[in-house]
């Protein structure tokens, strides 16, 4: 029997005796001891510290891999059969699975004595980096697990500071051998691939084809915006990853001097002419005021936008400029998106309408897949996708999904991702949106 609880909070009991053993382990003291630790071992040192606190016989990170199909088992403190044939654990149809989908911790009690299992997710503003897991001698209480969703809370931050020292955790993101191209291509993703806001929630995926193209993706949030790109750069292999590389470095180095919208695509557009050899890139570029919710948009000769609004799919059909670096110069139109509160705005490349996914409802998907977190129905829609082909695509195919819940709001709840109305909003103007 599978019973779930709740995260965030203090004061622990040892499960099963009733009796307290000092105060709950810290915010601080987590970070602290982590920080403590080579980069490499902080996650251990953390991992031993719940044991010893909590009583556990076994502690575990897992770390989910790029394309969230499947966790890698990072560190054990204390050893307990888990039954799990290896270290690599395919998701689909698991416990862990359903953790990072609902992202609410889940207690496993067999009962008859059994050690009980605890898994927890670990996430930072909607991005499930992985799981926490225990097995402890009897089943928490609702203190411990208290404190157990926010040891998880504080080990995504651990990650995210640690992750740029070590290749510990890239490694266990990597369902396969990198090529090249392909190891080029992670490299030019967000750091984080969903991100949680007051006003939107935001997740890309990428689903590299057999040989991979040229896709990417990116976003982020300054004081008053969020800007997303979508681009595919032409051919495959390494080229197209080099191509790629170039038009990534033009369109963020013009975004970080604060050009505007139009600026960044001319930018792009002359990256590419002058030194792209040749080659070509669409792409789509957009940009939502955070406070009123206007947007800017630009389409580079990229497969247009799908909206969903009060359960209906609609196509988007903006201006199309020519692509970023063909030889004669163009003008990109900055243009306006009709955006309203609880649309979901989907961005594609053109991998997603391939012949081997022509079979596939892409609308009726979208609708289908209202209901989840951008994350989960980023990871539905390119899962459909290679489904379609087999496991086998001929391009590169990339989705961002955006939820857009209304400008003017300040503040989230960051142990539930619920939006938090700001006070100062004309009544009506605002809704709380319970996230993952």
Not at 137 to 145: L, R
Not at 268 to 278: K, N, P, W, Y
Not at 345 to 359: F, I, P, Q, W, Y
Request: proline share 4%; aromatic share 4%; glycine share 10%.
């Amino acid at each position: 029997m599978t019973a779930r609880g709740t995260g965030g909070g203090r004061a622990p009991r040892h499960p099963g005796d009733g009796s307290h053993r000092g105060s709950a382990m810290t915010l601080a003291e987590t970070l602290a001891a982590a920080e403590s630790a080579a980069p490499v071992e902080s996650l251990d040192v953390v991992a031993c510290l719940l044991k010893e606190h909590l009583r556990a016989v076994s502690v575990s990170f897992l770390i989910t891999d790029f394309a969230s199909s499947s966790v890698v088992r990072l560190g054990v403190a204390g050893s307990v059969d888990t039954d799990e044939p290896a270290r690599r654990i395919t998701l689909r149809g698991t416990l862990y699975d359903d953790v990072i989908r609902t992202q609410r911790p889940s207690v496993d009690d067999q009962g008859d004595g059994a050690l009980v299992r605890v898994v927890a997710p670990v996430t930072n503003r909607g991005d499930a980096i992985g799981l926490l897991e225990l097995f402890l001698p009897a089943a928490p209480d609702t203190d411990t697990m208290r404190e157990i969703g926010e040891t998880a809370h504080a080990l995504a931050y651990i990650v995210i500071a640690n992750r740029s020292f070590t290749d510990v955790y890239q490694w266990g993101r990597r369902t396969t051998p990198l090529s090249l191209a392909a190891e080029i291509q992670h490299q030019l993703l967000p750091a984080s691939l969903a991100c949680e806001a007051a006003q939107f929630a935001v997740a890309g995926a990428l689903e590299p084809a057999d040989l991979v193209g040229g896709d990417t993706f990116d976003y982020v949030i300054d004081r008053d915006t969020v800007q997303l790109s979508v681009t595919d750069a032409m051919g495959h292999d390494v080229d197209a990853a080099l191509l790629a590389t170039l038009l990534m470095g033009a369109l963020r180095r013009a975004r970080r001097a604060g050009a505007s919208l139009e600026e960044q695509a001319h930018e792009a557009d002359r990256a590419v002419r002058e030194h792209g050899r040749g080659g070509y890139v669409t792409g789509q570029l957009l940009r939502i005021s955070l406070l009123d919710g206007g947007t800017e948009f630009v389409n580079a000769g990229h497969p247009w936008p799908l909206r969903m609004r009060d359960g209906q799919v609609q196509e988007i059909a903006p201006k199309v400029d020519r692509p970023f670096g063909l030889q004669a110069p163009d003008t990109y139109r900055v243009q306006s998106l009709d955006l309203r509160p609880d649309d979901r705005l989907v961005m594609l490349t053109d991998g997603m309408l391939e012949r081997n996914a022509k079979s596939l409802d892409l609308s009726d998907l979208i609708v289908r897949t209202r209901a989840l977190h951008p994350r989960e129905a980023a990871r539905a829609l390119i899962g459909a996708i290679v489904d379609a082909g087999q496991g086998h695509l001929e391009d590169d195919a990339t989705v961002m999904c955006l939820d857009w819940h209304g400008g003017g709001r300040s503040q989230r709840d960051a142990a539930t991702g619920a939006d938090l109305t700001d006070a100062s909003q004309p009544s009506g103007t605002g809704r709380t949106i319970s996230g993952s």
